[in-house]
């Protein structure tokens, strides 16, 4: 896997994946940015977040599960000193489907967490990570 940031501005980036995507990396105007982008302790987090629940879904219909929809709701504390690590990390899961078994949706998340999201094990680390979830039946 290969990515290049290349500096654009102030403290704007442009950051471009092996796999021929490309997104802008920008700071806050407190540091001298134009918010012309997410920052990259963010994209970090969204990172974590959708290798989580691509895990979550693949389970979940591995599982026979009929599951329609799946969001994760992150937030995150970081240390008071350099490096500012991210020291807490919280998900939230609202899985959408028909029938989905409670049961089958916390094994899901347990999985990923433990054993298949590269992302999430990496940022463990570092950060006391908790999940949560709930399940919203489709057509409700």
Request: glycine fraction near 10%; charged fraction near 25%; hydrophobic fraction near 40%.
């Amino acid at each position: 896997m290969k990515s290049r940031v290349k500096w654009v501005e102030n403290i704007c980036f442009m950051a471009e994946s092996g796999s021929g995507h490309a997104m802008i990396m920008d700071g806050s105007p407190e540091i001298g940015g134009r918010n012309m982008g997410p920052r990259p302790m963010e994209l970090l987090l969204m990172g974590a977040g959708g290798c989580t629940s691509v895990d979550v879904v693949m389970i979940l219909q591995k599982s026979r599960q009929d599951v329609t929809g799946c969001e994760v709701d992150i937030s995150s504390e970081r240390a008071e000193e350099n490096p500012k690590v991210f020291t807490r990390i919280h998900m939230h899961f609202t899985v959408t489907g028909r029938g989905l078994k409670p049961e089958t949706v916390e094994r899901a998340i347990k999985l990923s967490a433990e054993k298949y999201c590269s992302a999430s094990i990496m940022l463990g680390k570092t950060a006391a990570i908790t999940h949560d979830f709930e399940i919203i039946e489709a057509g409700a």
